[in-house]
């Protein structure tokens, strides 16, 4: 039986390169991380079946730096290709299914962001895929990546839309495909994971194995120190001291907002509003000032959004070698 590829959605910092990790260590899986296939490749440069727009993306693949890491014989995928269906995902599971085979391992995955919008694509193209989505408190979510990055565009208003959105459509696929999507709590994950990674194994039908903990198969992620903003682990160590951190890192007016604008929400997934007591001030200034400039934001991205789901993304310009020749007509 095919168990198809596995792939890992949710958005940044909701605990998928722990995932990829901990994946990439089982002895049977191959882990790619940060291709984004689906969401730089896939349909925007017209029907593979034509020779012209095959070698437009293939070229354009093979010039993304994070693909160039794959080592990707570009001869062998042309030669491959035009031995079966001329898909987009076939020509995907190409690239992966090589470096696979040059892991030694018989099954692919790969952990690409916001994964979550293409499933019924994915789906359509592997019957057999395995979808797991990281699901974290957006309050830590969010604390996290202002730790990280220090400012983040749109502020907390876009912080709780992406939120938001990436566990509408998680819920979406959840129902719709609830055999193939798995939903995992990264708190759940970091407080119990052996016992989440059996359960795991059991949904991506692998045995369950404790090479898996030692996260030896993504040395770069083991040996930085853990799965945490705040402050280097030991190496490989799995630890819960990033939960409730938001509570030091954010402001309580930006605080306030978040769980009222995405409270209901939190609740569903089982986050708890932290009980709060803004000043008269922080009260007017949240009403009117944050509320409304963080609306204003959040409209913003929305349609920033829909433009760019209608025109099609591309990879920042400094992820991209420049082209030795002229690409194909």
């Not at 699901?135 to 979510?141: K, V």
Request: hydrophobic share 40%.
């Amino acid at each position: 039986m095919d168990r198809g590829p596995i792939f890992l959605a949710g958005i940044e910092r909701s605990g998928t390169s722990l995932m990829y990790a901990l994946l990439a260590s089982h002895p049977n899986i191959a882990m790619t991380r940060r291709t984004n296939l689906w969401r730089y490749f896939y349909n925007l440069y017209g029907d593979l079946r034509d020779e012209a727009n095959f070698e437009r993306c293939l070229d354009a693949m093979l010039r993304y730096k994070r693909l160039i890491k794959l080592q990707p014989d570009a001869e062998r995928i042309r030669r491959e290709f035009r031995e079966g269906q001329p898909t987009y995902a076939r020509l995907f599971s190409l690239l992966e299914e090589h470096h696979a085979e040059r892991l030694g391992k018989a099954r692919w995955g790969d952990k690409s962001l916001n994964t979550e919008h293409y499933i019924d694509a994915i789906f359509a193209a592997y019957p057999n895929a395995r979808v797991i989505h990281m699901l974290r408190d957006p309050r830590d979510r969010y604390a996290s990546a202002i730790t990280r990055w220090k400012t983040i565009r749109g502020r907390v208003g876009t912080g709780a839309a992406r939120w938001r959105k990436s566990i509408e459509l998680a819920q979406r696929n959840a129902d719709r495909y609830p055999e193939r999507y798995l939903l995992v709590r990264y708190e759940s994950l970091v407080a119990a994971p052996e016992q989440m990674l059996r359960e795991i194994c059991a949904f991506i039908d692998e045995p369950y194995t404790p090479a898996m903990l030692t996260m030896e198969g993504a040395p770069t992620h083991r040996n930085k120190g853990g799965n945490s903003s705040y402050g280097k682990n030991k190496p490989g160590q799995i630890s819960t001291g990033s939960i409730g951190r938001f509570r030091q890192v954010l402001s309580p007016r930006d605080l306030a907002f978040m769980q009222r604008y995405i409270g209901r929400e939190m609740q569903a997934y089982g986050y708890t509003p932290e009980p709060l007591e803004l000043s008269l001030a922080d009260r007017a200034l949240l009403l009117g000032v944050d509320w409304p400039l963080h609306l204003a934001r959040i409209a913003a991205w929305h349609v920033l959004e829909a433009f760019r789901n209608r025109m099609g993304r591309a990879p920042a310009a400094h992820t991209i070698v420049p082209a030795a020749h002229p690409t194909h007509a």
